[in-house]
């Protein structure tokens, strides 16, 4: 994989993915940005968000579950000193469907948590401690 990141001016910068995607990015506005652009580390959330999504609806997709809707909500607390590394990471999965079996949901996060997630893997033996849990909404 590969990455570029191209300073644009004061505290802001695009970042271009191998694939061809852009993203601008941009420092907060107590540091001069004009809050146009997504913080980097608001980024690496939503990477961590999209990764374990990513394998939970896979997951779900291959048990024939009736998913209509998940929503992943990631929370997460920073270390108060520089570098304010993130120190805790929880995951939340709300999962919409009919018929949802809710073993296969909480096998679907646990495989994503401890086999399959690139990002919360990783963060987690970086010393972040990633949480994860779920909740089915029935739909008729």
């Known amino acids: 994989m590969k990455a570029t990141v191209r300073w644009v001016d004061k505290v802001k910068f695009l970042g271009e993915s191998g694939s061809g995607h852009s993203v601008l990015m941009e420092g907060p506005e107590s540091s001069g940005g004009d809050n146009v652009g997504i913080r980097p580390m608001e980024m690496l959330l939503i990477g961590v968000g999209g990764c374990s999504s990513y394998d939970v609806m896979s997951i779900l997709q291959k048990a024939r579950q009736k998913v209509s809707d998940c929503v992943t909500q990631v929370t997460a607390q920073r270390a108060d000193a520089v570098p304010a590394v993130f120190e805790a990471i929880h995951l939340h999965f709300r ?46």
């Open 95 to 140: 999962i919409t469907g009919k018929d949802i079996n809710p073993k296969h949901v909480e096998k679907a996060v646990m495989l994503s948590a401890e086999k399959y997630c690139s990002a919360t893997i990783m963060l987690g033996k970086g010393g972040v401690q990633i949480t994860h849990d779920f909740e089915i909404v029935a739909e008729d």
